[in-house]
């Protein structure tokens, strides 16, 4: 049974970074991981995802900026986010599958976490 706890959300200015962490318990490594987010009025939307099985693949607004990563000593997976915008605020989520992997698939993940916030002024 796998949990995801996210942590490292917070307010920066635009221009900004942050590293969201998700600890992952219960986990291995067949699973397809991934970060979300959804903002206000707005579907939940892929950021980045990775798999064993396939490339690490971000949304057009992530490329170059964020960067998707995992520990596996530590069984927690991060996005770091660097040069962060306005449009960036959102609630993060960390999200994981053992049998789908799309970044345009956030319906079909799941397992998720609580989510953290990110806004970014």
């Known amino acids: 049974h796998v949990q995801l706890v996210e942590s490292g959300g917070g307010s920066v200015q635009a221009g900004g970074s942050l590293r969201l962490s998700c600890e992952m318990s219960?986990?291995?490594?067949?699973?397809?991981l991934g970060w979300f987010r959804q903002a206000p009025g707005k579907e939940r939307e892929g950021v980045a995802i990775?798999?064993?099985?396939?490339?690490?693949t971000y949304a057009d607004s992530a490329k170059g900026r964020f960067t998707i990563s995992k520990d596996n000593d530590k069984n927690t997976l991060y996005l770091q986010m660097n040069n962060l915008k306005p449009e960036d605020t959102a609630m993060y989520y960390c999200?994981?599958?053992?049998?789908?992997?799309?970044?345009?698939?956030?319906?079909?993940?799941?397992?998720w976490g609580q989510g953290t916030q990110v806004t970014v002024s």
């Open positions: 990775m798999s064993t099985w396939g490339p690490i």
């Open positions: 219960g986990y291995n490594h067949g699973y397809c």
């Open positions: 999200a994981a599958d053992l049998n789908f992997c799309l970044i345009t698939g956030a319906r079909r993940f799941s397992i």
